[in-house]
Nanobody, 118 residues
C-alpha cells in the first residue's frame, strides 16, 4: 500500500507560477517498488489527463500543452515528486492528482485544486 498526499495548490493569476508537491508513504518495500510517478489533472467537466510523469531514473514525459512551462522532479530518497508550474494559463485550472505505480497497482492522491485567473 502506498499513500500519496499532495500540497501546494491555490489561486494564481495567469502568467504566474505555482509549485506542487506530493509525498508518498507506506511500507519500505512498497515505496522502493514505486516505478513511475506523475501528475494528472482534471478540469471541470473534463476527463482526467496526464500532465507529466517521471521514472525512477529521472526520465520525464510531458503533455504537449505544458512542455516548456512545467517541470517535474523526483527525490527517491524522500519519496517525493514535485511539479513546478510557470507561465500558468487559465486552461491549467483543475484538480491536480499525484500518481504512483507500485507492484502493478496505481495509487492516487486526493488531489489539490489549482485555479488560474485571467
Amino acid at each position: 500500500q502506498v499513500q500519496l498526499v499532495e500540497s501546494g495548490g491555490g489561486l494564481v493569476q495567469a502568467g504566474g507560477s505555482l509549485g506542487l508537491s506530493c509525498a508518498a508513504s507506506g511500507s519500505t518495500l512498497s515505496l522502493f517498488s514505486i516505478k513511475p510517478m506523475g501528475w494528472y489533472r482534471q478540469a471541470p467537466g473534463k476527463q482526467r489527463e496526464l500532465v507529466a510523469t517521471i521514472t525512477r531514473g529521472g526520465g520525464t514525459n510531458y503533455a504537449d500543452s505544458v512542455k516548456g512551462r512545467f517541470t517535474i522532479s523526483r527525490d527517491n530518497a524522500k519519496n517525493t515528486v514535485t511539479l513546478q508550474m510557470n507561465s500558468l494559463k487559465p486552461e491549467d485550472t483543475g484538480v491536480y492528482y499525484c500518481n504512483a505505480l507500485s507492484h502493478g497497482l496505481d495509487y492516487w492522491g486526493k488531489g489539490t485544486l489549482v485555479t488560474v485567473s485571467s
